[in-house]
């Protein structure tokens, strides 16, 4: 079984400081790991992903993720947080010795807010 | 980038009529689409997962007789909430992935917001 953790509901930042968000992993094989973003009312924005490779993995609007495979970590970081940065933050996980039907596990979910 | 749509946002309806939600891959084909619930300030569950010409796959818990899904072609997915109840009040929200690739990422529609009264 596959599963995401991510311990923090809620992340407040000021604007300009640097942001984490925060998510563990736990798969049988190797991981495939994925960060979105779902603002207000609407879908998920892919925002960035880990499937090999450097293990910093840089994605859309300034974000970038670490891949930690010792601590089973794909910690979400921004260096200057913006206002329009706040929303809801989705780690996934999919297992890439998975078959079938390659199911993505999402964690419960981040809301970053960023304080002007 | 891949753009997924769905038709309509959002829906009210009266308890015991049925309700279908469109969803549509505008600029790529999906050969898997997969449709999610979400509660208020809860995670996405995947309800089912359908490949395109073939009966779809549910998790389990998830009515596939209440939740039919309709994997019509390579850019088409529907699902139909029959019979719905307050209960069934939710955000759905679908995505597709593309073919040819395991690790694709998947792009997600906008959501539809489901309200029956």
């Known amino acids: 079984a596959q599963s995401v953790a991510q311990p923090e509901d809620q992340v407040n930042v000021a604007e300009g400081n640097p942001l984490t968000v925060k998510c563990t992993y736990s798969?049988?094989?190797?991981?495939?790991l994925f960060w979105y973003v779902q603002y207000p009312n609407r879908g998920l924005q892919f925002l960035l992903k880990?499937?090999?490779?450097?293990?910093l993995v840089k994605g859309s609007y300034g974000f970038e993720a670490e891949f930690n495979k010792s601590q089973t970590s794909f910690h979400l970081k921004k260096p200057s947080a913006l206002v329009s940065d706040s929303a809801l933050y989705f780690c996934?996980?999919?297992?890439?010795?998975?078959?079938?039907?390659?199911?993505?596990?999402f964690g419960t979910g981040t809301k970053l807010q960023v304080i002007p | 980038g891949a753009v997924v749509s769905q038709h309509p946002s959002r829906v009210i309806c009266k308890s015991g009529t049925s309700v279908k939600i469109e969803c549509r891959s505008l600029?790529?084909?999906?050969?898997?689409m997969f449709w999610y619930r979400q509660f208020p300030k809860q995670s996405l569950m995947l309800m089912a997962t359908s490949n395109e010409g073939s009966k779809a796959t549910y998790e389990q818990g998830v009515e596939k007789d209440k939740f039919l899904i309709n994997h019509a072609s390579l850019t088409l997915s529907t699902l139909t909430v029959t019979s719905a109840h307050p209960e069934d009040s939710s955000f759905y929200i679908c995505?597709?992935?593309?073919?040819?690739?395991?690790?694709?990422?998947?792009?997600f529609g906008p959501g539809t917001r489901l309200t029956v009264l």
């Open positions: 798969v049988s094989g190797n991981p495939y």
């Open positions: 880990y499937i090999t490779g450097d293990n």
């Open positions: 996934a996980v999919r297992d890439a010795n998975s078959g079938g039907y390659q199911k993505v596990t």
């Open positions: 995505s597709a992935r593309t073919s040819g690739g395991f690790y694709n990422e998947q792009f």
């Open positions: 600029d790529f084909q999906a050969t898997t």
